[in-house]
């Protein structure tokens, strides 16, 4: 009931959503269910592969690689479960990415000792596009950002996605930092050296984690020329005590094993007031879990120009509207 938009607006049909909902009777099942139903859309994609239907194949690897996203989604406590779906994510994005249009280009971002996953879509007929950045949040994915970079390669601009520390498969070897920036950082390192980029006109975005590490990164790299947040919090301090029983263990997985001093370190207090590049903050008042007092106090010590729009029935993401 929780995630029914997030999930219906990735990839998922409302049709398959209520079969799901009628195989899950208990909590345990979810990985497994999800997971068969993300392998049925692969061997259709393999099937209309072998008969030349690329892109009806595409897109069943696309929908079978976010289905294994929602696998793994919140099923951190069982380890070999969670951690088979996202290896099963991979090599379904690594069949669903050359067969997109336009195609996503596979990256890697090597980062003190560890290895950031990430992809590339650019748009035709652009010879040096503008190009955006997205980040993820705890318990999402850069394939979770598919939709939306789709939405904004389609207006003429290059979309990268990343997973960084605490984040996806990279959970397993880091957590989340309070100084996220240097690893997005990085990120930038990597895509601002390529030749099909105008490494002039990037913007860095996120949700709702991510929303906070694009806000930091504007504040210490001018090469950020607009930032974007979306759901996202002047500092998560205080959230660890008050989730439920659902989210609370996946906590640390992202966070490591104090997740509410984590989750304090993580702020923008004295990194507001240093960004100047133009700020879009999109909040949901049917959020509690980051309210729009958040981005209030956001742009009341931002040094850039903000703008702020809550869409007064969107929930955390505003996957809803």
């Given amino acids: ?63 079978g690689t976010l289905a294994y996203h929602w ?23 690594g069949k669903a990415a050359p067969l997109q249009t336009p195609p996503a280009e596979l990256l890697a971002v090597p ?13 035709a007929g652009v010879r040096k596009p503008p190009l955006v ?49 240097v690893a997005v950082q990085a990120m930038l390192d990597t895509l601002a050296a390529r030749p099909d980029i105008d490494a002039s006109r990037i913007a860095v975005g996120g949700i709702s984690y991510g929303g906070l590490f694009a806000i930091r990164t504007a504040a210490v790299d001018n090469r950020v020329r607009a930032v974007f947040s979306m759901s996202s919090w002047y500092s998560p301090k205080g959230r660890f ?14 966070h490591g094993p104090d997740p509410a001093a984590n989750m304090a370190a993580i702020t923008l207090a004295g990194m507001a007031e240093q960004a100047t590049a133009p700020l879009l903050q999109v909040y ?25 729009v809550v869409y007064p029935d969107g929930v955390h993401i505003l996957n809803n509207v």
């Fill in 1 to 63: 009931r929780r995630f029914t938009w997030r999930i219906l607006s990735n990839y998922v049909t409302p049709w398959e959503f209520e079969q799901l909902k009628s195989q899950i009777t208990d909590y345990e099942q979810w990985c497994q269910a999800w997971s068969r139903h993300a392998a049925a859309h692969m061997t259709r994609g393999d099937e209309a592969l072998a008969a030349g239907r690329q892109r009806t194949a595409g897109d069943a690897y696309l929908r």
């Fill in 71 to 93: 696998a793994s989604f919140v099923f951190t406590h069982d380890q070999a479960q969670f951690q088979a779906a996202l290896t099963s994510l991979a090599d379904a994005f």
């Fill in 111 to 123: 980062f003190q000792g560890l290895t950031l996953p990430g992809y590339l879509r650019r748009p």
């Fill in 133 to 181: 950045l997205l980040l993820p949040g705890a318990d999402s994915g850069k394939e979770e950002l598919y939709n939306l970079a789709d939405h904004i390669v389609a207006r003429g601009l290059a979309a990268a996605a990343f997973d960084g520390p605490g984040q996806g498969p990279v959970s397993f070897h880091s957590n989340l930092r309070p100084g996220q920036e």
């Fill in 241 to 254: 005590e008050t989730m439920d029983a659902l989210t609370r263990p996946g906590q640390y997985q992202h």
């Fill in 284 to 308: 949901g008042g049917n959020d509690p879990g980051s309210p729009p007092e958040h981005a209030e106090r956001i742009a009341a010590e931002y040094a850039g120009p903000v703008t702020t």
